[in-house]
């Protein structure tokens, strides 16, 4: 059985159960989620009866494993002790709210070091990850691959693995690769996608690399903006973005739509990606 794991992301505001219809609706396997507010703030409760609801539809429709999204205001690798203390309680709090969806991933950026350079961010990173994962829960936490803006912490494969390195638990953490931030970050995933996929198995290992994201790139190679465009109204192309969903060292791997769409414009290219998915 071999079929293109697809979704994108879906609102969390109504609950598992209307994530889990969308996901239908859009002709998804798979989608990503906000655990609360992408700027932060309070977690809504969960209700078990919408979370048993939704396991049955992903489980009718096999859902791959899905992709929880940590807020992006967290920055595990803050200068500010607090900002750091509140990095690590929301993912605490987050990993024992996926306990109610086990067996899934939580993706996050690892962070911003703000100017204190990539080697004390690095180390703070790890610090927290060390603090929070624990062997026991059944979510694997993944580092995103990030395009390099600003400060941003994991903008190359080898940032990421020094992270890894510094982590104990680390049969519990992964990597979620952004086709837009690779790509901005420098890596040619349009003429080179056999080279970008081996220097990744090189440096960090193939086995690390749970998740990808699917964006085209509004910007150059290299150019370290992150400004997601819609698949095939970028830089990067349908082509080479349908050639990363059927690479055979990716293509079973859930793949998540972040490019500006609604949900039927999500639904439209799911629907392409799929048909190229040969
Ligand atoms: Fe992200
Ligand atoms: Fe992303
Ligand atoms: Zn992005």
Redesign the pocket.
């Known amino acids: 059985m071999d079929q293109l794991t697809i979704g994108s992301h879906i609102s969390s505001s109504k609950g598992y159960e209307a994530m889990g219809k969308t996901a239908v609706y859009m002709g998804a396997d798979t989608f990503a989620f906000f655990t609360r507010n992408p700027r932060g703030g309070k977690a809504k409760e969960i209700k078990p009866e919408d979370v048993e609801k939704y396991k049955k539809i992903a489980k009718e429709y096999q859902f791959g494993k899905i992709v929880a999204h940590a807020p992006y205001t967290m920055n595990a690798c803050a200068a500010k002790e607090d900002l750091r203390e509140f990095a690590k309680n929301t993912m605490r709090d987050d990993l024992e709210r996926m306990e109610y969806i086990p067996g899934n991933y939580y993706n996050f950026h690892p962070g911003s070091h703000v100017g204190q350079g990539a080697a004390v961010g690095i180390e703070k990173i790890a610090e927290i990850l060390n603090a929070v994962l624990k062997p026991e829960w059944d979510t694997t936490v993944l580092l995103?691959t990030m395009a390099g803006k600003g400060t941003e912490v994991g903008r190359s494969f080898e940032e990421l693995r020094e992270i890894i390195d510094r982590v104990d638990c680390r049969e519990k953490l992964g990597v979620?690769l952004?086709t837009?931030?690779v790509w901005d970050g420098g890596y040619d995933i349009v003429h080179d996608l056999d080279g970008v996929v081996q220097e990744f198995d090189q440096v960090i290992g193939l086995g690390y690399l749970k998740a990808v994201?699917l964006?085209d790139s509004m910007n150059p190679m290299g150019s370290h903006k992150d400004r997601h465009a819609k698949i095939g109204e970028g830089q990067i192309g349908l082509e080479a973005l349908s050639a990363v969903t059927r690479h055979p060292a990716l293509r079973h791997l859930p793949f998540v739509l972040?490019t500006p769409n609604d949900v039927d414009g999500w639904a439209a290219e799911i629907r392409v990606l799929r048909e190229h998915f040969v």
């Open positions: 995103e979620c952004d837009c931030h994201h964006n972040e």
